[in-house]
Structure formats: structure tokens, C-alpha cells
């Protein structure tokens, strides 16, 4: 008598367990949205509005136009985000008050910034992150810039920015 191999017959995934390609599409634009949107909130700027039309759209082509679109969009919010307008004062700020992910209490990040500074310029960002110091370089020049902007000046960092001749 022969010997008879029973294997288990081999997996093949139905169509249906793959996702389509509209929805690997949408999951983009979802992705991308998502990040030109992080990025215009840390920058100070209104949020580029949306119908969501990935949601209801089926048509390949036109979501792919929407994925080339948002995609543009966060490309160039963050290419915006590195370029603040101080970043060499914020830079030597931080020379002289700490890591930028100095965790110490009550002062945290690179920028020193306390829990009232948080709450005040970077609430998103502390809500979304936690503190300052688990936030990038980036987004805590971002937070200093909104107080600059808002008339505070280099005068939250008085040593350091005489320091750096900033006062």
C-alpha cells in the first residue's frame, strides 16, 4: 500500500480580503490630509478644508488626483515648517537653556517653555504630544514664534536672549 500525503490545500486570499485599490487610495489621502493638517495647526494656519470626497468617490482616477493633491499640500505645509522665520535666535535660545528634550520640570524642551506657555501658544501640540520636550525642534520654534507673533517677543527667555542679543 502507498503512502498518502495529506496536506492542507493552500491558502489562496479571496479578492475580497485584499483591499481594493480605492481604499488603499483613500487610507493615502486620509495619511496625507493628516499631516498637511498637523502642520497648518502647528504653523498658526486655517486648516485647508475638505468634503471627504474619498469617502464617497469610487472612481480610481479621481482618487488618485485627490491623493496627488493632498499630497502636494502636506509636502508644502511642511516644507513651510522648516523655515521658521527666527530659527537662528530660537537656535541659540536653546544653547543657552537646554536639550530639546530636556524633560525637567517646570521648564520643558529646548525653549524652557513652562506648562501656562504650553496651554497658551502650543495646546494643540501638549494635548496631541504631552509637553514640550516630547514635541520635534520644529514644532517648539513654532510654539515660540505664535507668542512672538502675539507680542511677547524674545521676553519669555530673558537671559538667553540678551545672550544672544536678542534684547
Known amino acids: 500500500m502507498g503512502l498518502i500525503a495529506l496536506t492542507a490545500p493552500t491558502a489562496v486570499p479571496a479578492a475580497h480580503d485584499k483591499p481594493s ?3 488603499e487610495l483613500a487610507g493615502q489621502i486620509a495619511m496625507h490630509r493628516s499631516r498637511a493638517w498637523h502642520w497648518q495647526r502647528v504653523l498658526g494656519m486655517r486648516r485647508t478644508p475638505t468634503d ?16 496627488a493633491r493632498w499630497r502636494t499640500r502636506a509636502i508644502d505645509v511642511r516644507s513651510q515648517a522648516k523655515r521658521p522665520p527666527h530659527r537662528a535666535a530660537w537656535s541659540c535660545i536653546q544653547r543657552h537653556e537646554g536639550r530639546w528634550n530636556d524633560p525637567g520640570a517646570p521648564y520643558y524642551g529646548g525653549l524652557q517653555m513652562d506648562i501656562t506657555f ?16 516630547r514635541w520635534t525642534r520644529l514644532e517648539q520654534m513654532w510654539t515660540a514664534e505664535k507668542a512672538l507673533r502675539a507680542g511677547r517677543g524674545f521676553y519669555p527667555w530673558p537671559v538667553a536672549a540678551s545672550r544672544c542679543g536678542l534684547i
Open 21 to 23: 485599490e480605492a481604499a
Open 52 to 67: 471627504f470626497a474619498e469617502r464617497t468617490t469610487t472612481s480610481v482616477e479621481a482618487l488618485r488626483a485627490l491623493r
Open 118 to 133: 504650553q496651554r497658551r501658544y502650543g495646546r494643540y501640540l501638549l494635548r496631541r504630544k504631552g509637553t514640550a520636550n
